[in-house]
């Protein structure tokens, strides 16, 4: 069982930086793949980031490629999503997930754990 707590969202200006945290609670947080899903107002939940339990090659979304980079500490059982130059666009909710993955995973079936998510707004 893991808990997942996210925290970091905010109201920012296009263009400008935020740093969200997802920490984790339970057993063996290092062996969980981790994931940043988000949802915005009518649609549905996107993947925007993975990364693997060994903390390898990341995958993300293209629309954030170049601009998002996620990260893992595993000593502090939390994973970091750095939002650089956002844009409206990006205006969600922001969710963090956990598998028991063998690598990355962009479909959120495979992930079994969850937070209640954090609320970021781009304004233009």
């Known amino acids: 069982q893991v808990q997942l707590v996210e925290s970091g969202g905010g109201l920012v200006q296009a263009g400008d930086s935020l740093r969200l945290s997802c920490a984790a609670s339970?057993?063996?947080?290092?062996?969980?793949?981790m994931g940043w899903f988000r949802q915005a107002p009518g649609k549905e939940r996107e993947f925007v980031a993975a990364?693997?339990?060994?903390?390898?090659?990341?995958s993300y979304t293209d629309s954030v490629k170049g601009r998002f980079a996620i990260s893992r500490d595993n000593a502090m059982n939390t994973v970091y999503l750095q939002m650089n130059s956002l844009k409206p666009e990006d205006t969600a909710v922001y969710y963090c997930?956990?598998?028991?993955?063998?690598?990355?995973?962009?479909?959120?079936?495979?992930?079994?754990?969850w937070g209640q998510g954090t609320q970021v707004t781009v304004s233009s």
């Open positions: 990364i693997s339990w060994t903390g390898g090659t990341p």
């Open positions: 997930a956990a598998g028991l993955l063998l690598g990355v995973a962009t479909d959120r079936a495979q992930y079994q754990y």
């Open positions: 339970g057993r063996n947080f290092r062996m969980y793949g």
